[in-house]
């Protein structure tokens, strides 16, 4: 049965009611569905996606209201299986931690970059179809 995914991609806020804070780590107990695919330059809509990788939150490493690491609850293709710590653009590391970057962080998350990943899902455990509007072009 087909998802609608978009329903997932709500922005998330920083209220205290959203996250727990413990010292340098800020724990998010939300559920994550991924939504989209970047492959060769082009996007997709993932239309259905198994369960077990639907996202039980992630926790963010910050030292002096910078960020300094992202590690995911649960499998995903740009995140270590080892040590859960997600791999996320050198240019996003030691910004500042606040909404708006919450808001791109939660996106990324949201995103399988299947370009550059650690292993991809199985055939059988996930359908896409591909967004011609949001393909890149040089």
Known sequence: MEQNISTYL???ELH???YIRFGDSCTFNLKLTP???AQDRKWFRITYLDDKY?????????????IKKIFLK??????????????????????????????ILTR???????DNCYFRPEPYE??????PIFSIRR
């Open 10 to 12: 709500k922005k998330p």
């Open 16 to 18: 205290k009611d959203k």
């Open 35 to 37: 939504a989209y695919i």
């Open 54 to 66: 639907i996202l039980d939150g992630f926790n963010i490493l910050i030292k002096k209201n910078k």
């Open 74 to 103: 649960g499998l995903h293709p740009n995140c270590n299986p080892e040590s859960h710590e997600y791999c996320v653009d050198e240019k996003f590391i030691n910004n500042e931690w606040n909404e708006e970057n919450l808001s």
């Open 108 to 114: 990324s998350i949201q995103t399988y970059h299947l």
């Open 126 to 131: 996930y359908k896409y179809k591909e967004i």
